[in-house]
Each structure stands twice: as C-alpha cells, then as structure tokens.
C-alpha cells in the first residue's frame, strides 16, 4: 500500500536511491534537510537541531520516516569539534524529532533509523559479530550506542522501529568503494587481512523499503551482505571490476595514520558481522558475494 515516507538525509548517497525507488514503488516522497533544495523534485522542509527548529507541516500526513541524517564520518579529520559534529548530528536530530512526535498530532506509525556497525567497536578481529554483541569502546562505538539509545525513544510513543546497523556501503557514486579506487594503483591498507563487511547500495535500499512494508520486522538488525570478505579481497575484486591495477604490497598502517589520524582506525580495523537475523526474517540478497556485487557496481558507474 502507498505511503507518505519523509526521509531525513535525503540528499546523501543512499537517500537518493531511495527516494527514487520509493516514487517508482508509488509512495509519496518528502525530505527533511538543513535548508531547502529549489530544484528538488520532492517536496523538501528544513530543519535544525542547534535551534530547535522543525518546519511546521513536515510531519503532515506522513506514515513512514526514515531516518538517515548524519554528519559523514569519514569527511574530515576527527577534531574535537568535528567530533561533536558527528555525535550531535545524529543524537540532537532524533531527539528533536521524538519531542514533535510526542506532541502528537502526526499519523506515524514507522521509523527506520540508519545505525552503524561501528556500534560493536572498530576492530572486532575474527569473531562472528551479531545483534546482541557487546557494545564496542571507541569514540565510534560511544557515538552509535547514544544514537541508538536516542531512537529508541520512538518506542515509547508506540511506533515500530527498525534499526539499520549499516556496514561498509558500495556505490559508484561515492564513499567507501570511490575512496578505494581513487589512488592510480588499488592496494590493500594496513594489514590487509581485516574483515570488511559491506552491501550493495542496491540491496541497502530493498532492506530499507522492506523494512517500512513489512510490519514483522522490529528492533535491531545488521545491514551487512552474508559474506564479509578481507580488506585485500575487496580492494583487489573492485580494481579487478572496475579496470584499476592492483598492488600486492599494502599501505603501511603507519602512513595511513599519519594522513588520517585518529580516523585511521575505520580502515585498519575489522569487523566480521553476521548478517543472519536479517535473512532469517526472510529478507533475500540481491548480491551476496562480492565478486557479483563489484561487477554490477562497475556496470553502474558506467551509464
């Protein structure tokens, strides 16, 4: 059945995709951004959490939301303040919109909410990682724990919640797999035997779209394709895919921490995550392996 879905980061890598393929499914699209975009093709209104501000009529009539904002991790060195940047947008933003939902007055009845597996810390080594997994230790871990403990507050108004614990995310459009392949020679980094654990944007979107349809789903799942492959494996697949050299001699870890910093610890940890409960409430993959999935991504970038 058709529904009015407003999705916050709407304009970013995956909330793209959706959108359109929500329009395509029949839905009602809206978005909710920090200011408004003139040539978008959805309805668009602004919000921001430094000012307690959330345009009047932006919860109107809608079912669904979907819930994607967030400062991008891996944009900028990890200041002190871009720390804060990164936190805060994800923690103020839910909490501004659970204190709008709390007055009622709105007709949601679903959220799906973008989580991270870097809930479970940044280097997990060998352990197969599933939902009930302790709480990792580092700054990333802290920030997706208070993001999650923000979301769960929607529980509280009786809506379903749903959240996506999103791994490494390709696309020919940008972020992990762009940033791979952008140096003239792909090359494994640090150790090279680190687990990856990824999804085809393509996949990301079903498991988004099936998860505001299917009123089973509820609670916390892993977003992550079933088998998570090395560091070396997936950059020497994507270059294979996508026509680059590859180089057997990684990037020292010590290099990358220099250009990095602390950020450094995304690419040089690992993390082998079990994408079992999500399959188990009978969601398929499209693209499971990553040999088939970098194929696909390197027909993609080419139209």
């Known amino acids: 059945m058709a529904q009015n879905i407003l999705i916050t980061g709407g304009t970013g890598l995956v909330g793209r995709l959706l959108s359109q393929e929500l329009t395509q499914q029949g839905n009602q699209v809206s978005l909710l951004g920090r200011s408004k975009k003139a040539n978008s093709p959805y ?21 669904t939301i979907v819930h994607l904002a967030g400062a991008g991790v891996a944009e900028q060195k990890w200041t002190k303040d871009r720390k804060t940047v990164i936190l805060e947008s994800r ?22 909410a973008a989580s991270a597996i870097g809930l479970y810390g940044s ?22 724990d208070a993001w999650e403990l923000a979301t769960r507050k929607y529980q509280e108004l009786g809506i379903r919640l749903v959240q996506l614990r999103i791994g ?19 090359a494994g980094l640090g150790k090279g035997s680190q687990y990856m ?22 609670g916390a799942y892993n977003a992550v394709a079933p088998r998570p492959v090395s560091n070396k494996e997936l950059t020497k697949a994507a270059a294979k895919a996508f026509g680059k050299p590859f180089m057997p001699i990684n990037v ?7 250009i990095m910093g ?42």
């Open 43 to 63: 309805p668009n209104f602004t919000w921001d959490y430094t000012k307690d501000h959330l345009e009047e009529g932006a919860l109107d009539g809608v079912d």
């Open 91 to 112: 923690t103020q933003t839910s909490h501004l919109l659970y204190k709008r939902l709390k007055e009622g007055n709105h007709s949601v009845k679903t959220i799906i």
């Open 123 to 144: 280097d997990t080594g060998n352990v197969i990682i599933r939902e009930n997994s302790p709480v990792g230790h580092d700054f990333l871990a802290h920030v997706v």
């Open 168 to 186: 490494v995310v390709l696309s020919p459009e940008g972020g992990a797999l762009v940033e791979l392949l952008k140096p003239p020679v792909a």
């Open 197 to 218: 654990s990824w999804i085809h944007i393509a996949d990301l979107v079903q498991m988004i779209t099936r998860s505001i349809e299917d009123e089973s789903f509820e």
């Open 252 to 258: 020292p870890a010590l290099a990358l921490k220099v």
């Open 262 to 303: 602390e950020m450094a610890a995304i690419v040089l940890g690992g993390s082998r995550i079990s994408s079992e409960k999500i399959q188990q409430a009978g969601f398929e993959f499209k693209f499971p392996k990553i040999e088939e999935a970098v194929l696909d991504l390197a027909a993609r970038g080419k139209h």
